[in-house]
C-alpha cells in the first residue's frame, strides 16, 4: 500500500515546477489514493510518463503493467523504472488476457475518452474477479467550484459562467462529469460493482487551482510572464534551477492547507475517487 505520509505536494512541485496547479492537483489525487489498497498485478490504464506511479509506488515493488495509446509519452513511461512491462493499447482494445489483473489503476484519464463504455468493458474483462477498479477523475460538482465560474455567478452572469467553465473543458479535453450515482450506472453497465466514492478537492482549493491556472499562464496561450521564464527553450541560461528551488519552496508552505484539506463530511469536492470491484 502507498504511504498517505508522503509529502506528495512537495514531491510533485519538483516536477511541475513549471506548471504548479498540475503539481497541486496530482498531489491531491495521491494523498487520496494513498488511502487504497492496490491488489497486485496491476494494470496502469493511461500511465502516460509513469510519474504518477513512480511517486505513488516509490519505495514498492514496481508496478506490473502500464499501458497508453500516445507513443512519446509511453516511451518516457518505459524509462522510467514504473513498470515491468509497458505496451501501447487503446483502452478499448487491451491487450490483455480475461482475469488477469487483481487492480485496474486510472489516474485523471477517463475524463479525457470521448467513448467510456468500452473502455469500462475492458477494464472488467482483464479484472480477476474481486478485482478492483480504481480511478481519480474530476466530478460532477467541478465546473461550479471553478473561481471564475464562482465569480460570475456571484455577479449574476449566468452565461459568462457557463462560458467560463466550457472554455477550460476544452483547455483540458474534459467530456463528461459524472455524480456518483451515474459512476454506479455505468460500472454495472461493464459488469463491475460500485464499492464507493470520495470527493476531493474542496471549493476553496478548487478556486485556488483555478485561478492559478491563470496566475501561471496554464489558461493562457499567449506565453504570460511566468510560462515564458519556465520554457524549455530558456533552459540553457541557467536560471531556471532558482526558479524550481523557489517555486518548490515557497508553494510547498503557501499550498500546504489547500493540499491537506478534506472535503467535509457530505460536502462535494471538484474531485471524484470512484472504486469498483468485480464481482
Not at 514498492?60 to 509497458?86: C, H, M
Not at 485556488?208 to 496554464?218: A, E, F, P, T
Request: aromatic share 12%; glycine share 8%; hydrophobic share 40%.
Amino acid at each position: 500500500m502507498p504511504s498517505p505520509q508522503r509529502d506528495y505536494l512537495a514531491l510533485l512541485l519538483d516536477h511541475y515546477w513549471f506548471a504548479p496547479p498540475v503539481a497541486l492537483w496530482r498531489a491531491v489525487e495521491l494523498r487520496i489514493l494513498a488511502t487504497e489498497a492496490f491488489p497486485r498485478p496491476i494494470l496502469d490504464l493511461g500511465c502516460g510518463d509513469g510519474l504518477i506511479a513512480d511517486i505513488l509506488f516509490g519505495g514498492e515493488a514496481t508496478v506490473e503493467t502500464g499501458f497508453d495509446p500516445w507513443w512519446v509519452q509511453l516511451q518516457k513511461g518505459s524509462r522510467s523504472g514504473a513498470y515491468i512491462n509497458v505496451q501501447q493499447a487503446s483502452g478499448n482494445a487491451m491487450p490483455y488476457p480475461d482475469n488477469s489483473f487483481a487492480t485496474v489503476l486510472s489516474n485523471s484519464v477517463l475524463e479525457h475518452i470521448p467513448d467510456l463504455d468500452p473502455v469500462l468493458r475492458e477494464a472488467q474483462r482483464v479484472l480477476r474477479p474481486g478485482g478492483r477498479f480504481i480511478t481519480t477523475v474530476p466530478s460532477d460538482a467541478f465546473r461550479r467550484l471553478l473561481a471564475g465560474y464562482q465569480e460570475r455567478i456571484a455577479v449574476g452572469d449566468i452565461e459568462g459562467a457557463e462560458a467560463y467553465a466550457t472554455r477550460v473543458d476544452r483547455k483540458f479535453e474534459h467530456y463528461r462529469y459524472p455524480a456518483p450515482k451515474a459512476w454506479e450506472e455505468m460500472l454495472a453497465k461493464a459488469g463491475l460493482r460500485l464499492l464507493y466514492t470520495r470527493y476531493y478537492i474542496p471549493a476553496n482549493a478548487a478556486a485556488l487551482w483555478d485561478r492559478s491556472n491563470v496566475h501561471y499562464g496554464i489558461y493562457d496561450n499567449s506565453l504570460p510572464f511566468y510560462r515564458w521564464i519556465a520554457s524549455p527553450r530558456l533552459q540553457k541560461l541557467g536560471y531556471q534551477s532558482l526558479v524550481k528551488s523557489w517555486i518548490i519552496k515557497t508553494l510547498s508552505q503557501k499550498w500546504r492547507a489547500a493540499y491537506d484539506l478534506d472535503v467535509p463530511e457530505g460536502g462535494v469536492g471538484a474531485g471524484l475517487l470512484v472504486v469498483g470491484e468485480k464481482a
